[in-house]
T-cell receptor, first 113, second 111 residues
C-alpha cells in the first residue's frame, strides 16, 4: 500500500469525453507531481506543484489541465485526448521540490478509444 | 540537455550473488540521486536516495555516488528472485526541475 492514493485505478474513455484523475496524500508534503509513463519507458514529468502553485509545465498539450485544490489534493483534468495519450499516469509527492525523494501512487492506467 | 544513462539489460544474476547496477548523468548541477524499483505493471518504489559522495547502505542495498565521475551505482547483496524488476536511476538538479529518469535496467535473478 502506498501513502499516495490515486483514483481511478483504470479508466477507459473516448476521444470526446471529459474525465479527471485524482491524487491525494496525507504526509504533509508540499510538492506534488504528475508523470506519464508509456510501456517499457521511464516516467516523464508533466507538471510540478509547489505549495499549491504550478511551478513546472513540461510543454504538455492543453488537453491535460492540472489543478491543485489544496496541499493534499492534485487533479488532472482530461479533455479531447488522443489514442497516443494512453499510458500509466503517476502522481508523486515530496516534502518539497528540491533534494527530497518522491513517493509515487499506484497510478491510473488510461486507455483512449 | 539533462540525461541519465543506464544499461537497459537484461542483467541476469544468480540467486545469492551481488547484483551491480550502474548509472551516469550529464548534468553536473545534479545534487540528489535516487534508485527506484518497478515491477511490471506497478508504480516505482523508492529504494535508496543518496546526496553526497561515497557509499550509503540500507539492508541488502548499497548506493554509491561519485560526483567527479558523474556516476551512481546500486549494489544488491544476496540477490533474491523477488529482486527481479526494472531499476530506475533518477537525478534531480538543484532547484525545482523534478526528476530525470534513466531508461531503467531490467534485472533478472535466476533461482
Amino acid at each position: 500500500d502506498t501513502e499516495v492514493t490515486q483514483t481511478p485505478k483504470h479508466l477507459v474513455m473516448g476521444m470526446t469525453n471529459k474525465k479527471s484523475l485524482k491524487c491525494e496524500q496525507h504526509m504533509g508534503h508540499r510538492a506534488m507531481y504528475w508523470y506519464k509513463q508509456k510501456a517499457k519507458k521511464p516516467p516523464e514529468l508533466m507538471f510540478v506543484y509547489s505549495y499549491e502553485k504550478l511551478s513546472i509545465n513540461e510543454s504538455v498539450p492543453s488537453r491535460f489541465s492540472p489543478e491543485c485544490p489544496n496541499s493534499s489534493l492534485l487533479n488532472l483534468h482530461l479533455h479531447a485526448l488522443q489514442p497516443e495519450d494512453s499510458a500509466l499516469y503517476l502522481c508523486a509527492s515530496s516534502q518539497r521540490v528540491a533534494d527530497q525523494p518522491q513517493h509515487f501512487g499506484d497510478g491510473t492506467r488510461l486507455s483512449i478509444l | 540537455q539533462k540525461e541519465v544513462e543506464q544499461n537497459s539489460g537484461p542483467l541476469s544474476v544468480p540467486e545469492g550473488a551481488i547484483a551491480s547496477l550502474n548509472c551516469t548523468y550529464s548534468d553536473r548541477g545534479s545534487q540528489s540521486f535516487f534508485w527506484y524499483r518497478q515491477y511490471s505493471g506497478k508504480s516505482p518504489e523508492l529504494i535508496m536516495s543518496i546526496y553526497s559522495n561515497g557509499d550509503k547502505e540500507d539492508g541488502r542495498f548499497t548506493a554509491q555516488l561519485n560526483k567527479a565521475s558523474q556516476y551512481v551505482s546500486l549494489l544488491i547483496r544476496d540477490s533474491q528472485p523477488s529482486d527481479s524488476a526494472t531499476y530506475l536511476c533518477a537525478a534531480e538538479p538543484g532547484g525545482a526541475d523534478g526528476l530525470t529518469f534513466g531508461k531503467g535496467t531490467h534485472l533478472i535473478i535466476q533461482p
